[in-house]
């Protein structure tokens, strides 16, 4: 049984760049919301996907788009990339919008 | 919105005495409330979750108390062993209409001390 995946697992990026993050999740889930998590804090909800479709979202700016294909899996972009936007990146998935979520690795990004 | 508060945010215990970590919410429409370990480098990992249906729940060495009317609960593991040292972070979130976003705590890291 696939747990939830990430890619890539680690990144590195200057500012004013933009970054794609991708997520698979968990076999049979359906639903995926990303989080961010800064360094010694807990994550952040940044949006959550469903039937393709943004669900709902988190206290973060337009900058953070984000995708669901067919197959559940899912895209996180940060367009015009900050320092601040360093950060763990951890992707959840869960079915059919219930509570349990599993998180996957996370990608690492680092803005220089 | 939903305001989750940890403490302590370090606790250092003997190996095999009990450690016990506790977690406040803000919102009362708040219903579920799970509990996740970080290991250093790893991803959070689901250990115990609680819905406000419930008062208590337990799973061999960890059990989680859910106070709804002063808005708390708490994670406490017994008999610690060194694989039990991470950083754990509860949560909580609504789940009336399909499951809202998890609100975090900040962290406490559990050092166990062999």
């Known amino acids: 049984d696939a747990g939830v995946t990430q890619s890539p697992t680690h990144l590195i990026k200057t500012r004013g760049q933009q970054v794609t993050l991708r997520c698979s999740p968990k076999?049979?889930?359906?639903?995926v919301s990303w989080y961010q998590q800064a360094l010694g804090q807990g994550p952040q909800f940044i949006f959550q996907y469903y039937e393709e479709e943004e669900r709902q979202r988190g206290n973060f700016p337009d900058r953070f788009s984000g995708h669901q294909f067919p197959n559940y899996s899912s895209e996180l972009n940060v367009n015009a990339l900050l320092l601040g936007d360093s950060a763990l990146y951890l992707c959840?998935?869960?079915?059919?919008?219930?509570?349990?979520?599993?998180f996957g690795p996370g990608t690492r990004l680092l803005v220089l | 919105g939903e305001n989750v508060e940890q403490h302590p945010s370090t606790l250092s215990v003997q190996e095999g005495d009990s450690a016990v970590i506790k977690c406040t919410y803000s919102?009362?429409?708040?219903?579920?409330f799970p509990w996740y370990k970080q290991e250093l480098g790893k991803r959070p990992q689901l250990i115990i979750d609680?819905?406000?249906?419930?008062g208590e729940k337990k799973d061999q060495r960890i059990a989680v108390t859910l106070n709804k009317t002063a808005k708390h609960f708490s994670l406490h593991i017994t008999e610690t062993q060194p694989e039990d040292s991470a950083v754990y972070f509860c949560?909580?979130?609504?789940?009336?209409?399909?499951?809202?976003?998890?609100?975090f705590g900040t962290g406490t890291r559990l050092t166990i001390i062999p």
């Open positions: 609680i819905r406000s249906n419930v």
């Open positions: 949560a909580a979130s609504k789940t009336n209409f399909g499951n809202e976003k998890l609100t």
């Open positions: 076999s049979g889930h359906d639903t």
């Open positions: 919102d009362s429409a708040s219903n579920y």
């Open positions: 959840a998935s869960s079915f059919d919008l219930r509570e349990t979520q599993y």
